[in-house]
């Protein structure tokens, strides 16, 4: 009991930050959530704040730094947040030129299904299921793929890989760069 609360609470002193390409919490499986407590109430609360910051439409528990299955979407007109999100049906294909918070200044034509059925559970652990289509069933694909770890540099063809190659070097450079600023800046204090 002492010892949840003690993880908890220092759970909670994280501050959430956007995770980029190359963070190997991005290719990771996120864990299901078998007890929801208001610590994920108050990530998923946090979740919606960095999507809307960073003009986003959806955001995954991993993007920031949670490895929860916990996922947020609003393509404008209603907020979802839910725990444990699965797709128990597929309809139709669509494909969408798509963006990522994690991967910025790329995009990569991704083919989902069109029209899919997602079962979840609310903050209060109530299942609940969404029928959605169109660019709202393509968000919720792209946010559950990122609870598998999965990305849309996945989805990119040989052309597109191409492309975006530097882009992905310099994010990943930029992520080692950081990484080593930050622990001269340890050793420096020691
Ligand atoms: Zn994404």
Redesign the pocket.
């Given at each position: 009991m002492q010892k949840t609360t003690l993880k908890e609470s220092l759970k909670e002193e994280q501050s959430l930050k956007l995770k980029l390409f190359g963070e190997p919490i991005l290719r990771r499986k996120a864990k299901a959530v078998k007890q929801i407590t208001d610590w994920h109430s108050k990530v998923l609360s946090q979740m919606a704040q960095i999507m809307y910051a960073h003009k986003g439409i959806?955001l995954?528990g991993p993007?920031v730094g949670i490895d929860e299955a916990l996922i947020v979407v609003d393509i404008g007109n209603e907020l979802y947040k839910l725990i444990n999100p699965k797709i128990i049906k597929k309809e139709g294909t669509q494909v969408m030129e798509e963006g990522?918070?994690?991967?910025p200044e790329v995009s990569v034509r991704v083919r989902r299904a069109k029209k899919i059925k997602v079962l979840a559970q609310d903050e209060s652990g109530r299942s609940i299921s969404i029928e959605a289509e169109n660019l709202l069933a393509c968000v919720f694909q792209?946010?559950i793929d990122?609870l598998k770890g999965k990305?849309?540099v996945d989805y990119a063809s040989f052309w597109e890989r191409l492309k975006m190659k530097k882009k992905l070097k310099e994010l990943e450079k930029r992520l080692k760069d950081e990484k080593l600023s930050q622990s001269e800046t340890k050793s420096c204090k020691l």
């Open positions: 959806g995954a993007q990522c918070l994690s991967i792209h946010e990122h990305l849309i």
